[in-house]
């Protein structure tokens, strides 16, 4: 049997995809005999949140340090930094796994920094898309893509969630140098038990940041546009937060207020019986955990082809559309036409549960960590 590992996650804003993606990560790795700890950002996060830390935070033995990362590169990163580094020079991990630009930049330096004084620890990173959304073209896309390049001496190993993220960073940025892995995002079982619509429930259903990368004006306007085409005015249902007042704005400037419900963030599972049919109408992604959730809760879906989402439908399945308003509208209104016909597009259920498990992600997780400690 495997000795258990001091395993630490580092990482900026606990929200979103990536946050539940290192809370999985941990209770897996807890339950496997791991000792686990997080290192993130004080500043973000709201009530649903502060709820989600609580209930992981009996199972996280090397506990949770909450300090001020900001978003963008400045000079308040050298004292958090500081901060940080002294905290993980006490908890003596055997594993840094950072996840985002700036988590993946704290576990390598720290890391680095660790094996100068002689000891030994793997350090591992997980882009989750993050830096690899920018432009290279762009001066800020230069900075950081160069940044990215010098930390790849820092790093052990690679984690993607997807093949299309692992196509991206060699394109964008080189390499990697170090080994990697695609280890796909993984679903606990209670998730794959289905979700039904609520009576009254809305034709669709969009839960995200409220954004343009994740798409939010896609949305709304193809809304109008497949009312105007079936006939009649189509109801929707938005959950999330972030540019909620744009939102709101650009929902009553189209005339669909009376048909449109905003509604603040909730556990994805809640959202899902409050309409028949789940859109992602994402510009950018890497591999979204909501398509796998509305999927594996038996949700028929509408998502654009960014990113690795098709690595989870089936070749050139009708369900994946192009990030336009005129194809996601197009998508609604055929779903609308057929609704059975649409649900039969989906992927296997079976299929699902082999392929995206939270047991098949933790399973790889720990062979990077292993083949890095070797």
Not at 44 to 66: I, K, N, W
Not at 157 to 172: I, M
Not at 260 to 276: D, G, I, K
Not at 314 to 323: F, G
Request: aromatic share 6%; with cysteine.
């Amino acid at each position: 049997m495997t000795s258990g590992l001091r395993i630490v996650h580092c990482f900026r804003a606990p929200v979103g995809g990536l946050f539940r993606h290192v809370r999985d990560l941990a209770a897996a790795q807890a339950a496997a005999g791991h000792q686990v700890g997080f290192i993130c950002d004080s500043t973000t996060g709201g009530a649903l949140e502060g709820r989600y830390f609580d209930a992981v935070a009996g199972s996280l033995p090397l506990g949770v340090t909450r300090i001020p990362i900001r978003r963008n590169v400045g000079p308040g990163d050298l004292a958090a930094g500081w901060r940080a580094y002294r905290l993980v020079k006490k908890l003596r991990p055997d594993v840094l796994h950072g996840h985002g630009a700036k988590g993946g930049a704290l576990a390598r330096v720290f890391g680095s920094a660790l094996r100068v004084s002689g000891y030994s620890v793997a350090r591992l990173y997980s882009p989750h898309g993050g830096v690899l959304h920018f432009d290279p073209g762009t001066a800020k896309g230069r900075l950081l893509f160069s940044l990215e390049r010098m930390m790849d001496r820092m790093s052990d190993h690679f984690l993607f969630v997807s093949e299309f993220e692992r196509r991206t960073f060699a394109e964008k940025i080189g390499g990697p140098r170090s080994p990697s892995s695609v280890v796909y995002n993984g679903l606990t079982p209670a998730e794959f038990a289905p979700v039904a619509p609520a009576p009254g429930a809305a034709d669709f259903l969009y839960i995200g940041e409220m954004r343009a990368l994740k798409g939010t004006d896609i949305f709304v306007d193809a809304l109008a546009r497949a009312s105007a085409a079936t006939g009649r005015p189509l109801s929707a249902v938005m959950v999330g937060g972030g540019e909620t007042a744009a939102c709101a704005a650009r929902v009553e400037r189209l005339g669909l207020s009376r048909h449109v419900r905003l509604l603040p963030p909730m556990p994805a599972r809640e959202a899902f019986a409050l309409a028949r049919i789940v859109v992602v109408p994402s510009r950018a992604e890497a591999m979204p955990y909501i398509v796998l959730e509305a999927l594996a809760a038996g949700k028929p879906m509408i998502a654009t082809a960014v990113g690795g989402i098709p690595e989870i439908f089936p070749p050139a399945s009708p369900a994946l559309v192009r990030p336009q308003v005129e194809s996601v509208a197009a998508a609604m209104a055929e779903a609308l036409a057929d609704e059975a016909a649409h649900a039969a597009l989906m992927p296997a259920h079976d299929e699902l549960r082999a392929r995206f498990g939270v047991e098949t992600m933790a399973a790889g997780v720990e062979r990077a960590y292993r083949q890095a400690l070797a």
